[in-house]
């Protein structure tokens, strides 16, 4: 069956209609980025790239055309907060949710687990 490309609604026909759907899950993971993290005020692209390569016969005529289209989406990094943290040994990092910003300082519920781990 020949699928006739003239307008961006013709796209949904591309390739057995691979590109909608791959343009509709797009859209769905940086909608769902959006309400995930909303408060981070960042851009996220959904692009649509249409690749148009002509091939010319012997009298310099275009005989076809080699179509490529790509979708793609960019969106911020994730990225936790910077954590103060101790080597131990050469096999792992410590580092105490409950002061996050100094890893010398110890808090009192670092104290009653001690205690505890003691008794």
């Known amino acids: 069956m020949n699928v006739r490309i003239k307008t961006l609604a013709d796209l949904e026909?591309?390739?057995?209609g691979?590109?909608?759907?791959?343009?509709?899950?797009d859209l769905k993971v940086l909608l769902g980025d959006l309400h995930d993290r909303a408060g981070l005020d960042k851009v996220r692209s959904l692009n649509l790239k249409l690749d148009l390569k002509p091939l010319a016969d012997d009298a310099g005529k275009l005989a076809e055309v080699r179509v490529d289209i790509t979708i793609s989406i960019t969106q911020p990094a994730s990225k936790t907060r910077t954590v103060s943290?101790?080597?131990i040994g050469s096999s792992s990092i410590v580092y105490d949710?409950?002061?996050?910003?100094?890893?010398?300082?110890f808090s009192i519920d670092n104290e009653i687990e001690r205690k505890v781990a003691n008794d």
Not at 13 to 16: D, G, L, R, S, Y
């Open 13 to 16: 026909k591309f390739e057995a």
């Open 18 to 25: 691979v590109v909608a759907r791959t343009f509709e899950r």
């Open 85 to 87: 943290a101790k080597v």
């Open 97 to 105: 949710d409950l002061s996050p910003d100094n890893v010398h300082q």
